[in-house]
């Protein structure tokens, strides 16, 4: 089946620093990507769309400028979490849509540390 | 798309089936309803989705009363490694964006 690969699995990085989390469709090209956070004990919650050629699409409240979405290929987005902070220290996934399918499929996660 | 809510937790014996519900009172008729699992420390696993119908795959089956209001998964035979978190998500299928309630955690117990 579909798989949604991110890199890396997990990251450690100082406050003020920047961090970047790569998500890869493995055997289809996805031109919409999802990212979503996801605090201990939670649900996740969607941060943004990410559209192949285009700007991201961000929910509210999300800061665009903090963190940056890049769609650059049909099979790669990433989110760069710039000037991170321990409270950005969370379980990112992105997921994608299989072209002309109703399934999400989703990436294992990246699991972020801001020390 | 429409709310959904589930029980916060719920316990299953091992190997028998486990029903779990999903209210989803304010449906709209171009709604879908799509269940989705997270094991701990990983990201989502689609199960099924459904429209009307009752829906049936090789991981579960989807049971949508008529009035579509509510609906319940069921995992026939439950075993240890189906412990997890349960979404339940109304979606049109159109903007293909997703958004999670809170889940039903389950726990299969041996």
């Known amino acids: 089946g579909a798989v949604v690969s991110q890199h890396p699995s997990w990251v450690i990085c100082k406050s003020g620093t920047s961090v970047k989390i790569e998500c890869r469709s493995l055997?289809?090209?996805?031109?919409?990507m999802f990212w979503y956070r996801q605090f201990p004990k939670q649900s996740l919650m969607l941060m943004a769309t990410?559209?192949?050629?285009?700007?991201?699409?961000?929910e509210q409240g999300v800061e665009k400028d903090k963190f940056l979405i890049n769609h650059a290929s049909l099979t790669l987005s990433t989110l760069t979490v710039t000037s991170a902070h321990p409270e950005d220290s969370s379980f990112y996934i992105c997921?994608?849509?299989?072209?002309?399918?109703?399934?999400?499929?989703f990436g294992p996660g990246t699991r972020l540390t801001v020390t | 798309d429409a709310k959904t809510t589930q029980p916060p937790s719920m316990d299953c014996a091992e190997g028998r089936a486990a029903n779990l519900p999903c209210n989803h009172s304010t449906i709209s008729g171009n709604e879908y309803v799509y269940w989705y699992r997270q094991i701990h420390s990983q990201g989502p696993q689609y199960i099924i989705h459904g429209l009307k119908n009752n829906e049936t795959n090789e991981m579960a089956s989807l049971i949508i009363t008529e009035d579509r209001k509510s609906s319940t998964l069921i995992l026939p035979h439950a075993t240890l490694r189906d412990t997890a978190v349960y979404y339940c998500i109304s979606h049109t299928n159109t903007g293909n964006q997703f958004y999670f309630g809170t889940g039903t955690s389950l726990t299969v117990i041996p």
């Open positions: 997921s994608a849509n299989f072209p002309g399918s109703y399934e999400q499929y």
């Open positions: 990410s559209n192949e050629g285009s700007k991201a699409t961000y």
């Open positions: 055997d289809f090209q996805a031109t919409t």
